[in-house]
């Protein structure tokens, strides 16, 4: 410690050397740190030291609580700053004693030799070596000395030397050794003096005491109370500071009930270079206040210099930005580590994991917040959903493209009469935003007249909307935007249309059609259909197709096991809106029973079970992979998936046909919610690559033309 040195200003260059011996792999713990502190005080502390090595356990002390008490210390010793200057400066004074290599070592009057040359007075018989060889001997002594009663005696001291003028400085040395050798016994208790019963550190304090006691901010934050003199920048500062330290300072409270247990070496920042005085700072503390600054203000401090940057750029507190995002975590980690590459995905990262690049998620984030707001159109079986990218939900329903229009009107005007309808519905320019369209499932075989129906279709959807000059197009598959709403990228959907159930094994984002897309005539609109045969029967009025799809979404659940449930009593009732309450009964189950049972409803079909397990014999046969578990995640789609109870009965249901080896690690994923094909373009239009990776525009899609009429 450097004389005149502050102690929050040794501590702190003591805690910065720390840190980075830590960096550089020396293993320096607390205790090491407080040995070096204690040994390398200065003489003014020694009564200090010596109180503080007999009344604490070093081990168990912190680096907090020995600062906080040599700070009191220090204070205590600033009070009586200028009667001991006074009485130092006039002790130097005398010891100077002249002129030359070294001046008399000892006061005295009247002309004299002393025993290094120089000009003063007083003949000095104790000089200079002598006087080093006393203060070594003095600190080889120091172990078993005591603190001394109180700061008095040394200046009366000097005051005696000063009135007396004596010659005699060895007679003040046995003094000295005389005092040093008269130490208490080893048997007496110790017991800490009446000046560390403070609040400070709580040491001494009875335990109501120490609960009760203030926590006051550290000194680097104390700098701050008065907030003179600081600028418009320091005092936000000083404000997030105050509102950070008050926080911590009160999770500290409820946690425990002394200051000891704060562990400082778990909290210390551990960065290759400064930061500036932000290098004393705990981590945890550090990194709250990044949280409240917020993404823009951190990403602003990325250009500060390499250290900040360094910081700043940590992936969990990315992760944290992102969690308090407007969508669910699970997803953008999902689109973030599988979908950024693009259409067809790309299969390397699975083969070889190790090899896959690290994620930035500070980018990410950035990249995130400059997609452009997307438009997105679910043209489903029976009725289409279309709405903004950046909302949870679809914002309108409309008829599909496949029915706009009648039956002999081109298709290139259905889709151009349907796209203006959407586009005048939301009020958006055409040319300001990309479009992701998903595809109905049709056209499902694998036949050359099938695969030319599907690229005719295709082709026709981007001619309409590039002609309307909409910049840039994403059209995908339903079944495949399912898959990855249920954050995958393999598997098997099967998605309950309006008018038919398609199976459809897909494999890293493609449709394996050579496999085979399996089909059962049965959909949303049979069950409304086989629902309202049930309540004629019994005499159930209803005024519209409308009040029994209510009906069917709210009362309507797939029994686990069809006979048993016929003997309960499964009644129940629903208030529709100017028509009344509904009763039902086994018409609850007995509407979702047909897709396990066709045959109920009159219907010759094979059922959704048998069909799901016959594309899972076609996966296993057709070896696409070394890893045959790809097509044993079943995603569900579709409203009508959406009834209770029907993935645990197709679960149960499968495992009665397969054999143990195929069933073994099927998964069922149930929709979680009714549009999942529009949450599943959703998670794409809000990927960091869109629509860079994703979409085809209008200059790509010329070209693209142009080549295929060259071949």
Known sequence: MKAGESVNDYFGRTLIIANKMRIHGERMEDVVIIEKILRSMTSKYDYVVCSIEESNDLDALSIDELQSSLLVHEQRISRHAVVDEQALQVTYGAQQGGRGTYGAQQEGRGGGRSTYRGRGRGRGR????????????????????????????????????????????????????????????????????????????????????????????????????????????????????????????????????????????????????????????????????????????????????????????????????????????????????????????????????????????????????????????????????????????????????????????????????????????????????????????????????????????????????????????????????????????????????????????ILHGKIMRKVGVEVVGMGALKLTGFLRDLMQQKNIKFESLYTLHLLKENLCYVALDYESELSKDTQASFEVEAEGCFNLSEERFQTGEILFQPRIAGVRAMGLQQAVALCMDHCQAAELTGDDGWYKTVVLAGGTACLPGLAERLEKELQGILSPSVFSGIRIIPPHEEESAWSGAKLVSNLSTFPDSWCITKKQFRHKSRRSLIW
């Open 126 to 505: 104790f000089g200079h070596k002598q006087a080093i060889l006393a203060d070594l001997e003095w600190e080889k002594d120091e172990e078993t000395s005591t603190e001394e009663e109180s700061n008095g005696e040394e200046s009366e001291v000097d005051r005696n030397m000063e009135e007396n003028g004596s010659n005699d400085s060895e007679s003040l040395i046995e003094e000295d050794a005389s005092d040093v050798n008269n130490s208490p016994p080893e048997g007496r208790p110790r017991r800490p003096p009446t000046w560390m019963r403070d609040y400070e550190t709580g040491q001494g304090l009875s335990d109501e005491e120490g609960v009760n006691r203030p926590r006051r901010p550290p000194a680097w934050m104390r700098d701050y109370e008065t907030g003179q003199g600081l600028s418009d920048e320091e005092g936000k500062m000083t404000m997030l500071l105050r509102k950070v330290w008050e926080s911590v300072s009160s999770r500290s409270s409820s946690n425990s009930n002394s200051y000891s247990s704060y562990n400082r070496r778990e909290q210390m920042m551990h960065v290759q270079s400064s930061t500036g005085a932000f290098d004393r700072l705990p981590l945890d503390i550090f990194m709250l206040i990044l949280k409240l600054l917020g993404p823009k203000e951190v990403a602003k401090l990325s250009v500060v210099c390499k250290s900040w940057k360094l910081i700043v750029s940590d992936n969990p507190l990315w992760i944290f930005f992102l969690q308090n995002h407007r969508e669910s975590w699970d997803s953008i980690f999902f689109a973030e580590t599988h979908l950024r590459s693009g259409f067809p995905l790309l299969c390397d990262c699975r083969a070889f994991p190790n090899q896959k690049p690290p994620l930035s998620f500070m980018h990410i984030y950035g990249q995130r917040e400059q997609v452009p707001g997307s438009v997105i159109i679910d043209g489903g079986s029976g009725y289409c959903k279309y709405g903004w990218s950046k909302c949870a939900s679809p914002s309108g329903r409309a008829t599909t493209f496949l029915e706009f229009g009648n039956i002999e009107t081109p298709m290139s005007s259905k889709l151009r009469n349907f796209f203006v309808t959407i586009y005048s519905r939301m009020q958006v320019k055409k040319s300001a935003h990309p479009i992701v369209v998903s595809i109905p499932i049709c056209h499902y075989e694998d036949t050359e007249s099938a695969k030319a129906a599907r690229r005719q279709l295709k082709e026709a959807i981007y001619t309409t909307l590039f002609n309307m000059n909409v910049p840039a197009v994403c059209a995908i598959n339903q079944a495949t935007l399912a898959l990855y709403a249920a954050r995958q990228t393999s598997g098997i959907v099967v998605n309950i249309g309006f008018h038919q159930t398609s199976v459809v094994p």
